[in-house]
Nanobody, 123 residues
Framework: VQLQASGGGLVQAGGSLRLSCAAS????????MGWFRQAPGKEREFVVV????????IYADSVKGRFTISRDIAKNTVYLQMNSLKPEDTAVYYC?????????????????WGQGTLVTVSS
């Protein structure tokens, strides 16, 4: 099983990026999938989780209203649309999948991880 994250880059404050996470080796249509991020010198933090396609979505307060998670079941891919980016959003972003359907906010709850993609927001 592999999760391949992509789409990171350098963007100015106020700009947008869309991250992608393509899964291979199994389907995750009935599994919780989410995004986490880790800034330099900080712990990995929760960004968003979708419990399963069509299920509950939970956002961290810091990104609510600016970030949107979505899924393409046919492509076995999850996306993170990030708008109104701020310098404090700068981090390596990781996609993750659980072996279960219910959502979770803690990295230890997730069984599969992508390699991370760097997002840098300049002021």
């Amino acid at each position: 099983v592999q999760l391949q994250a992509s789409g990171g880059g350098l963007v100015q404050a106020g700009g947008s990026l869309r991250l992608s996470c393509a899964a291979s080796g199994r389907t995750f249509s009935r599994n919780a999938m989410g995004w986490f991020r880790q800034a330099p010198g900080k712990e990995r933090e929760f960004v968003v989780v979708n419990s399963w396609s069509g299920g509950t979505t939970i956002y961290a307060d810091s990104v609510k209203g600016r970030f949107t998670i979505s899924r393409d079941i046919a492509k076995n891919t999850v996306y993170l649309q990030m708008n109104s980016l701020k310098p404090e959003d700068t981090a390596v972003y990781y996609c993750a999948a659980k072996g279960a359907a219910y959502s979770g906010r803690y990295p230890s709850e997730y069984d599969y991880w992508g390699q991370g993609t760097l997002v840098t927001v300049s002021s």
